[in-house]
């Protein structure tokens, strides 16, 4: 069983930074893909970031790309999202997931673990 963990979520301006944090309980971090999802409200939850264990590859959201950086730090069991040029439509519940591969999945069904959210508020 996989239990993650977010935080680093709060109120932010337009244009301001944020990072969130993601510390997974797993015996061997580097057997699993991790990545971010994003819920606003009365929408569906949405692909961020995801990041492979091995390789560090990485991919994301048009919507986010250049402005939003995904990275993981194995020896910490932590992936984390750096967030720049924060947008109001940003504005969301994060969610960090993980599943037990070395491929990268950008849809929300193929991942088996979920952590509980950490809110960012994005004022315009």
């Known amino acids: 069983q996989v239990q993650l963990l977010e935080s680093g979520g709060g109120l932010v301006q337009a244009g301001g930074s944020l990072r969130l944090s993601c510390a997974a309980s797993?015996?061997?971090?580097?057997?699993?893909?991790m990545a971010w999802f994003r819920q606003a409200p009365g929408k569906e939850r949405e692909f961020v970031a995801v990041?492979?264990?091995?390789?560090?590859?990485?991919r994301y959201a048009g919507s986010v790309e250049g402005r939003f950086t995904a990275f993981r730090d194995n020896a910490k069991n932590t992936l984390y999202l750096q967030m720049n040029s924060l947008k109001p439509e940003g504005t969301a519940v994060y969610y960090c997931?993980?599943?037990?591969?070395?491929?990268?999945?950008?849809?929300?069904?193929?991942?088996?673990?979920w952590g509980q959210g950490t809110q960012v508020t994005v004022s315009s």
């Open positions: 797993v015996r061997n971090v580097t057997s699993y893909a």
């Open positions: 990041v492979r264990p091995i390789g560090l590859n990485t």
């Open positions: 997931a993980a599943r037990h591969t070395t491929i990268i999945y950008t849809t929300k069904d193929e991942y088996e673990f």
